[in-house]
């Protein structure tokens, strides 16, 4: 008579490794996905299918044993070193903030630096809605700062083209996409630029916002506090004549900021300002200096653009120096960061600069087990140094982080 299998020691075995689980899982910085799941679930039917096909007799119970041991190892494997880890996540769930991309010009091919392909900015935004981002309405902006858990993303557009009203506003108009669309006042209406009441029938859809972004759209930094505060008051008083109205957003030409040039735009009651230096907007962030990630030709390119939407923000408490404005006698700058504590695997950073026009990877010291020093080799030599420090999160995310200098004319 065949020995009977001592079946039920698979389901207590079962049963004890689901208790672990969820132990482990709960008190860890581990994301159970649907793919660990999905593991776990083909390895448990596969062995019982497995078992079944074998006769219970004593000849095959070692080889039963052994199966089950294997599914005791695999399972062990999959929470220990489950691929979607934690890198640096608190335990929370991550705050996505949110995505903000600058676009300029859509399909004027001669100017690759500033421009996106129609056909390029169909698939961007089709793999936004792929991957489950909703567009913030500007007038929503504020309140979504605060909505933590979801993706989200705004779309602005700089200067008004009119290669942005002919090729690019009937798509984003049928879809009824928002976006802020910035524009220079002293440009509207002159050739390539939008006209008043073209921005006018533009301004009538409540998904739709026209910022500010300076009467001249000269290098505001450059000039003095009187010019600079004639240009904006200028600009205010043509939005107030056309639109009866003057945005709270405002954009920096050439995404170029200092302190005083933040001190001028709080002073005339703007609420948001934006630069072109990279990252995630978030509710820690300094709302006059507020990251974009620009979008043309190269970097909309749809492999990059991929990655721009696994970025989360790269939460800090302090930047130094603060004056991004810098002269020969301090570049290179002394760059230092001070994060949030809750930021795990801080030194897992990885940051990248384009001092002397060379995009090398910087030198990092630790000051502290929040705070960083940003060592530079050599002086930022084109009009904009940038330096750009990301951290690996969950599921292939990123926490980004972009710093831009401007350096000032000799």
């Known amino acids: 008579m065949a020995e009977k ?30 793919i660990s799941l999905f593991l776990i679930f083909v390895c448990n039917f596969s062995t019982k299918k497995l078992l079944f096909n074998f006769n219970p007799i004593e000849s095959f119970l070692p080889v039963q044993l052994i ?24 335990n929370s ?26 056909k390029d900015f169909k698939d961007h935004l089709n793999l936004i809605i792929n991957e489950g981002f909703s567009f913030v309405n500007p007038d929503d902006f504020e309140s979504e700062l605060k909505n933590k858990t979801k993706k989200k ?22 879809k009824k996409i928002p976006f802020i669309l910035f524009v220079s006042t002293r440009e509207v209406g002159k050739k390539g630029y939008m006209t008043w009441s073209q921005i006018n029938e533009v301004a009538k859809e409540d998904f739709a916002h026209i910022g500010n972004h ?20 200028k600009s205010i008083s043509i939005f107030k004549n056309k639109m009866g109205y003057n945005s709270h957003f405002f954009s920096y030409p050439f995404g170029e900021y200092s302190v005083e040039l933040k001190e001028i735009v709080n002073s005339l009651k703007f ?7 990279s990252g995630v907007v978030d509710d820690t962030k300094d709302l006059l200096e507020l990251p974009r990630f620009p979008i043309n030709e ?26 991004k404005y810098i002269f020969d006698e301090n570049n290179p700058p002394k760059v230092s960061v001070e994060f949030f504590d809750d930021i795990k695997n801080i030194k897992l950073i990885n940051c990248y600069s384009n001092e002397e026009n060379k995009w090398r990877k910087s030198e990092i010291i630790f000051k502290d087990n929040n705070k960083i020093e940003i060592k530079l080799k050599g002086k930022f030599i084109t009009e904009r140094g940038r330096i750009n420090c990301s951290l690996r999160e969950d599921n292939g995310l990123w926490r980004w982080l972009g710093v831009q200098f401007v350096i000032a004319e000799k």
Do not use: C
């Not at 609420?271 to 230096?277: I, P, S, T």
């Not at 909309?300 to 004056?323: D, M, Q, S, V, W």
């Open 5 to 34: 299998l001592p079946g039920p020691i698979l389901t207590i075995i079962e049963k004890l490794l689901s208790i672990f689980a969820f132990f482990f899982v709960s008190r860890s910085n581990i994301l159970l996905t649907s």
């Open 67 to 90: 199966i089950k041991k294997s599914l005791i190892i695999f399972l062990f494997i999959v929470f220990l070193f489950n691929p979607y880890k934690s890198y640096s996540s608190s």
């Open 93 to 118: 769930a991550p705050d996505y903030g949110i995505i903000t991309l600058m676009y300029h010009r859509f399909e004027e091919n001669k100017y690759p630096s500033t421009n996106v392909k129609i």
């Open 153 to 174: 993303l705004l779309l602005t557009v700089d200067d008004g083209f009119l290669s942005f009203y002919e090729n690019a506003w009937p798509i984003l108009k049928s």
């Open 214 to 233: 300076s009467h001249s759209h000269e290098y505001l930094i450059d000039e003095n506090k009187n010019e600079v505060m004639d240009d904006l008051k």
């Open 271 to 277: 609420k948001f300002a934006f630069g072109q230096h």
């Open 298 to 323: 190269k970097y909309g390119e749809i492999k990059r653009f991929k990655t721009i939407l696994k970025t989360l923000p790269f939460k800090f408490k302090k930047i130094n120096p603060e004056e």
